[in-house]
């Protein structure tokens, strides 16, 4: 078991205001924990590319739309041979 395991371990073993001490405790690690950072960031990141997604959601359906359309065409051709 890791280190943040044994810790959830022993505040489901507390009641009452000290399992209340002991989560704001262990959120307070968290906040000053280092690693919990990098998953704040990557949060961020999906967060922006969302946004851009949905910024330019039209223009990427016209194009994707549009490739589509090319993609299958050419498929036909292909399917059914010269004429």
Request: avoid cysteine; charged fraction near 35%.
């Amino acid at each position: 078991m890791n280190k943040k395991n044994l810790k959830l371990e022993k505040i489901k073993e507390k009641k009452g205001p000290e399992m209340k001490r002991q989560i704001i405790k262990a959120l307070k690690e968290f906040w000053k924990d280092e690693e919990g950072q990098t998953s704040t960031e990557y949060i961020l990141m999906v967060a922006i590319v969302v946004m851009i997604i949905m910024r330019f959601r039209t223009e990427l359906e016209r194009r994707i739309s549009g490739l589509i359309e090319k993609t299958f065409a050419s498929m036909d051709s292909v399917v059914s041979g010269p004429k």
